[in-house]
């Protein structure tokens, strides 16, 4: 059974930093490609971050280059989102999604969509106070 499991999230001020983790169970993850996103109250599910199984690429939405990094364990078959310097927009309820049948991230280098993704964990909450 494929299941991806976040954790990680909680309450940080803002400048601080928090590293989620999605664990994966029932494939490896260095075989495909695993996608973060983040979804605030009332807005629609955002594409954060990629990372292809091929090469190793990764890519970031805008509002997150330079702060979010992700990063594939596969010895452990984990996939983590490190964020720094975080802000109050970055509240959202952040969830992990695969790809089974891709090893690249499709359309380098845009941020994921939704649609692309058919596994998903049940999401960890993060909140940013100012």
């Known amino acids: 059974e494929v299941r991806l499991v976040e954790s990680g999230g909680g309450l940080v001020q803002a400048g601080g930093s928090l590293r989620l983790s999605c664990a994966a169970f029932?494939?490896?993850?260095?075989?495909?490609?695993i996608g973060w996103f983040r979804q605030a109250p009332g807005k629609e599910r955002e594409g954060v971050s990629c990372t292809s199984a091929s090469d190793g690429s990764t890519y970031y939405t805008d509002s997150v280059k330079g702060r979010f990094t992700i990063s594939r364990d596969n010895v452990n078959n984990m996939v983590y989102l490190q964020m720094n310097d975080l802000n109050p927009e970055d509240t959202a309820v952040y969830y992990c999604?695969?790809?089974?049948?891709?090893?690249?991230?499709?359309?380098?280098?845009?941020?994921?969509?939704?649609?692309?993704?058919?596994?998903w964990g049940q999401g960890t909450q993060v909140t940013v106070s100012s």
């Open positions: 029932g494939f490896t993850v260095d075989d495909y490609v």
């Open positions: 999604a695969a790809n089974l049948m891709r090893r690249s991230c499709p359309r380098p280098p845009a941020a994921p969509l939704k649609y692309e993704y058919d596994y």
